[in-house]
């Protein structure tokens, strides 16, 4: 790969956002690869595994289309953007060329008109077909004295789709006052089938990847380590349908378990806007609990994939030991974006008989020492 150069930004070096800007993309590359390899337990891999094992680039800029930022106030002077490198001070952001143009152009209009509140999180959206979203999290307090005042609210409203608070409630004009309505999902977001883009239903708030392009590229690496041979899959945390939705356009029967019933349902309705729900059955249930239900679906699926959070399988690997090898999946197919978990449950695949036999990794954070691992590991006894 020849160098690329560096991203023109003024908050290089300081802003936590793009902790890496400094360095050559390309070589920003090399050193994930090369530190992970390192780290990787002896023996946990096929050597062909761990011989072919890339990481996948994706475009270095204009790669975002949502934006989590923090808004403070002090002496009337607002602030919003990310925290420095020490996480401190919290630095004033104008611009971003992390984001797509669409988001910027939402981010720079969203700061021309701030609201008073001490402090609170902000996140932006634009969506694929250029819609613009933003989800508040402010107190309990500032919400209430926003929507008693509504002159600000109203004004946002007329720019985009607004959610409020921890449980992402759609701002609603009731009679002759602003109010908090039930959630409503939307298309914020897209997943692939190659070239094929399926729209994910989620809120502002939801989890989705951190944009389409990266999305793309997530989805082909994970369609190709996938085994033609097995039918059906269990998945574990399908969210709104990232893996779940090209599973079944690949024509996979999946058993989606999900513990965020919002999720569930945004996976649903995209599982039925794109007319490929027939093969897909789903499961509200925390993954770590119910353990009848969780050995029947094992039981009955020959693959499981799962995208754990960052605290990775946690009780899943003590599950897995309860159950005898026969009634333990063939193929366990692990996605995650934190190498520390992930290298401790490689020991504890290994020990149930798994042994990874095919590795990839997607660079979904580019500027930053983090990366998206997938990983295959297939039953040995």
């Given at each position: ?190 997943t692939y089938f190659f070239e094929q883009s ?184």
């Open positions: 790969m020849k160098p690329s150069p560096l991203l023109s930004c003024e908050l290089a070096g300081t802003c936590s956002g793009c902790p890496w800007i400094l360095k050559l993309y390309s070589d920003q590359l090399l050193e994930k690869k090369d530190r992970f390899l390192r780290r990787l337990p002896r023996g946990g891999f096929l050597p062909n595994a761990l011989h072919d094992f890339d990481i996948f680039p994706v475009p270095v800029d204009h790669l975002r289309d949502r934006a989590d930022l923090v808004l403070e106030t002090r002496l009337g002077q607002h602030t919003l953007g990310l925290w420095d490198m020490g996480r401190k001070t919290l630095l004033n952001l104008k611009a971003c060329p992390l984001l797509t143009a669409s988001l910027e152009s939402w981010l720079i209009e969203f700061k021309n008109d701030l609201p008073s509140v001490a402090k609170g999180s902000i996140r932006l959206r634009v969506n694929p077909q250029s819609i613009k979203g933003v989800w508040l999290d402010f107190s309990n307090q500032d919400i209430k004295r926003l929507l008693e005042e509504g002159d600000w609210l109203e004004r946002l409203q007329a720019k985009a789709i607004v959610e409020i608070g921890q449980k992402r409630k759609r701002l609603i004009r009731k009679e002759d006052r602003w109010a908090l309505g039930d959630p409503v999902l939307f298309p914020w977001s897209e399926l729209p994910l239903f989620t809120s502002i708030g939801g989890f989705t990847q951190s944009g389409p392009q990266a999305t793309q590229v997530l989805s082909e690496v994970f369609l190709k380590l996938l085994p033609e041979e097995v039918p059906s899959w269990l998945e574990l945390g399908s969210g709104s349908g990232t893996f779940t939705l090209p599973l079944l356009s690949a024509g996979k029967r999946v058993n989606a378990v999900e513990m965020d019933a919002q999720a569930l349902k945004g996976l649903l309705q995209g599982a039925a806007h794109s007319g490929i729900s027939a093969l897909l059955s789903t499961h509200l249930l925390d993954f770590n609990g119910k353990k009848d239900t969780l050995r029947r679906l094992f039981e009955e699926n020959r693959g499981v994939i799962v995208d754990p959070p960052r605290s990775g399988l946690g009780n899943l690997v003590s599950f897995l030991t309860e159950l005898i090898p026969s009634q333990r999946p063939d193929y366990f197919y692990y996605v995650s974006c934190w190498e520390d978990s992930f290298v401790s449950d490689v020991h504890g695949l290994n020990e149930l008989g798994y042994l990874g036999t095919r590795l990839f990794g997607v660079d979904q954070f580019p500027q930053s020492p983090l990366f998206e691992i997938l990983a295959l590991f297939q039953k040995q006894y």
